[in-house]
């Protein structure tokens, strides 16, 4: 296996590149006038860092700006993303309510990373010395500044006076990854609790031939008629290329019914992604666990087929469209996610999205505040772009389902039985500091097949649920390979779609890095929050559709809240480890079932 490349901070985030959350009174089309971004520019340069100069953002026509930007991951900087309609009351702002906030991404030049003379000749920066860096020193610098900035008190070192420049807090390019690992080790947030694992069984073993369907006895009798009919599903995920799904397909043949079906009734873009992310080499970013918990890089480029393969099982009429916004590592940003995200409110406002109904499924994580603590950064403000993704788009009735995470993990020390808090973007279901929570966000945690809560389970919250997402078996090393294994027998897991033709060591301690699939049907077992997700994504979609076609039951299902407490008749038990451990807190969930071999 591949350890991670010892660059914490390039880890976290991406080396030269700041995020700035603006709040303008008034968007004109000239938006670099609307921000003041000649003042804003001068007072980055009065302080040693320099900014690319930028072209009238949005000019005349914001439709081809959010086009040209996100078709392209990698867009010349600056990039800007604006976000309407959001009414929300942020302390950094005094005015009261802001409707719109613009979300800019920037690539900077300035002073380099300063480095403490006890790190000898270590590469890169270690957990201590995060603020040193140029990111954080800039992030840091703007939101020590903004209340002068978005008042018009700042005053360059030569005396000239500056006029209000709209800022609203700054923030690192963070990286994000599919549901984080050990934070004494360089890596990036957000990965699969394990491996995947073969299914060596035959597909004969199945209940339907070359399908492994999942079941939900406990659904209304409504909902369980439903299939997602008339309802866009977008997984924002990782996906093999188009090349490795048709050779898969063709091998598996009959025995995977379920990837055939993804092939041809799942639409499938792959935006460019940036270099850091998406060139082979020693300084790729990667993500990865293994067995034991601990941090190590793997390729896993089915992360998101498999989930879009949860949601065609469970909502075969919803129109499912997976977007790669992660490498094959399962690592990503927050500009690519942003970016993303605007393109598709983009289409709700002006194109064929109108007057549908809309879920995306966020099987992904970003950074907390514990990953990042040394670098003084106010996670809260670098947190607001996403938020103005999230509730621009909730605001017009999208739905969205994010993985809780997986840091209840105990496999590194976390406290016995206690789960802690959902982590971002399903924590946008909550305040963020003083902003409200995003209405229409539905965490998502954990249960094994025995509908317990599993160990590695983040608590959802009081407004997420649970469902099915396995538990983490136990290996053992094969005395003739020396490489370690599982009994598949046993194992707890969710089945589903496998394209790649080796599967990633077990554990970093194995000689090989990955060993061959053992048949070719296609199907693998995996374990997480990222799999119990894309079994709510469905639910919720099934339930839109009641909504749409019973206007008797429409009330029963009218908002989030309502979807859950319709679909759910079973409650599991929460232990918290947040602050005061809280013992005994009810939380619902949707009972999953799936055959195994």
Partial sequence: MNEMPKHMHNTFWVDNEVSFTFAPQLLDPDMSKSLNLSDFAAFLKDNGFSVPRWNDPNNTDQRNLAEQSTRNATPHHPV????????????????????????AFFQFEGPPDEHSSQ???????????????????????????????YNGEERLKDGTQLGPIPIAGAGPNL?????????????????????PIPVEADTEDASSPGLWPIQLPELPHELKKMTGDGVTVFVLDSLPSEGDMRRAASAGGEHNLLLLDLINNVTFTYPALPEILDRPGPQQTMTGKDIQGRAVGF??????LFVAGIIRDIAPNAHIECIRVLND?????????????????????????????????MSLEIPDDVDVKTSGI????????????????????????ASAGNEGDRRYMKPKGEHPNALYPAAYAYPLGKVEGVDNMIPVGAVDRERKITPYSCYPGTRGVSTYGGEVPTGFMNKETHMTEVDTRKIDAVIGVY??????????DDPEATYPVPNGHGWANWIGTSFATPIISAVVARALELRRRTPSLALEVQSTDAIIKYATKRTVSWTTSNGESSTGIPGPMVWAQQPRP
């Fill in 378 to 401: 106010d996670l809260n403000l670098a947190r607001l772009q996403l938020l103005a993704a999230i509730r621009s788009l909730s605001n017009r009735g999208v739905i969205f389902v």
């Fill in 499 to 508: 394209t790649q033709l080796s599967y990633p060591a077990l554990s970093i």
């Fill in 119 to 149: 790190q000898g000749d270590q590469v890169g920066h270690g957990p201590t010395d995060l603020s040193r860096t140029a990111v954080a020193r800039l992030v840091n610098l703007v939101n020590e500044h903004q209340q002068t900035l």
């Fill in 329 to 361: 590592y399962c690592a990503g940003t927050v500009q690519i996610l942003t970016g993303q995200l605007h393109s598709i409110l983009d289409r709700i406002q002006y194109g064929d999205l109108q007057g549908r109904d809309v879920v995306i499924n």
């Fill in 299 to 304: 390729r896993m480029p089915d992360h998101g």
């Fill in 80 to 103: 800007f993303y604006a976000f309407p309609d959001l009414g929300i009351v942020m302390p950094q702002v005094p005015r009261g309510e802001t409707s719109t906030l613009v979300a």
């Fill in 175 to 195: 990286c994000c990854g599919g549901s984080n690992g050990d934070p004494t080790r360089p890596v990036t947030t957000g990965c699969p609790l394990t491996p």
